[in-house]
């Protein structure tokens, strides 16, 4: 195919998005080379990443082309792509979340360094979308979003909760510095664990590396913020008995996790070479049906319109 007829290819896709390339709007694509064309095609999201990378297309306002874009499902356009069948192929048959892997998106992205992380995120070093509920800044929406969870898990004085994967062990300070509780969080990354310790010291919290499939206590109540979407649909299940056999009789489970609204079996490939490895983001369905015989839901809350303003502060 020519390049010609590729570009047009690109400008249909982008067409019902409001987007189109080298415009004049801030969220219009400006192409610096025609190579660009071939290898989204090719190669998808991974392509669309990678070329940006290489310096090959530019974007004023990329926050503003992705919520445009994204809900059009650009890459079902191109979904004949052999590549992208071959990923959706493997992710079939092969379970990236199994235990072997567990240590990896920890040792691939949060053990890059702290620095990094504390560069970015709020004082208590939280990782996932805040609550912006009558906060003005990021460090309290943060907060505010602690204190909704133990808030939902009517946690007291005295009780001991369970973090799966913990980060930086913000959700366990919070318990008991503003609760009384004491907490244990588990974490697949060292470097969280190293600075976690050090954040939390003289508090009744522990730390710890460890993968979930390991932990074989009871605990009054679990959370589990912004982990779930590296477990992985072959796993959700097993993730799922694992919550319950460590849950006493009368204890709540909270699960603070992305979601989507359709059941996907392959992780984003650009996410998986670039951002978290052997993830996925899962649906209703699927979380659902992990949970069934296990769990009774006592409530749903969408916090998804807060995300914009998390990831742009």
Not at 150 to 179: F, S, V
């Amino acid at each position: 195919m020519g390049t010609d007829r590729l570009k047009s290819a690109i400008q249909e896709i982008l067409h019902p998005a409001g987007i189109a390339v080298n415009g004049e709007n801030p969220w219009d694509l400006r192409v610096r080379d025609e190579r660009f064309y071939r290898r989204v095609v090719r190669d998808g999201s991974l392509g669309l990443g990678e070329s940006y990378m290489d310096g090959w297309w530019e974007c004023e306002r990329m926050d503003e082309f992705f919520s445009k874009v994204l809900p059009t499902n650009p890459e079902d356009k191109i979904r004949k792509n052999w590549r992208l069948l071959l990923r959706l192929g493997a992710a079939m048959i092969i379970n990236p979340g199994r235990k072997s892997k567990a240590f990896q998106i920890g040792e691939r992205h949060y053990d890059r360094g702290n620095e990094l992380f504390k560069n970015m995120l709020d004082r208590k070093m939280v990782y996932s979308c805040a609550y912006w509920e009558g906060a003005g800044n990021l460090g309290d929406a943060q907060e505010a979003k602690l204190d909704l969870i133990c808030r939902k898990l009517g946690l007291k004085p005295g009780d001991r909760i369970l973090d799966i994967g913990c980060g930086w062990g913000g959700l366990a300070r919070h318990a008991a510095e503003n609760y009384g509780a004491g907490a244990v969080g588990v974490t697949v990354s060292k470097e969280q664990v190293a600075l976690g310790r050090q954040l939390c010291r003289g508090l009744p919290v522990e730390i710890r590396l460890q993968d979930y499939r390991d932990i074989d206590e009871k605990f009054d109540h679990i959370a589990s913020v912004g982990m779930f979407e590296h477990v992985g649909h072959r796993n959700y299940r097993a993730y799922m008995r694992k919550v319950h056999d460590c849950l006493k009789e009368d204890g709540l489970f909270l699960l603070h996790t992305i979601g989507q609204d359709i059941s996907g079996v392959a992780c984003d490939p650009w996410t998986a070479a670039y951002i978290f490895p052997n993830s996925l983001v899962p649906s209703m369905k699927q979380i659902s049906a992990a949970i069934e015989g296990l769990f009774v839901v006592e409530g749903v809350q969408n916090l998804g319109p807060h995300y914009d303003a998390t990831l742009m502060s």
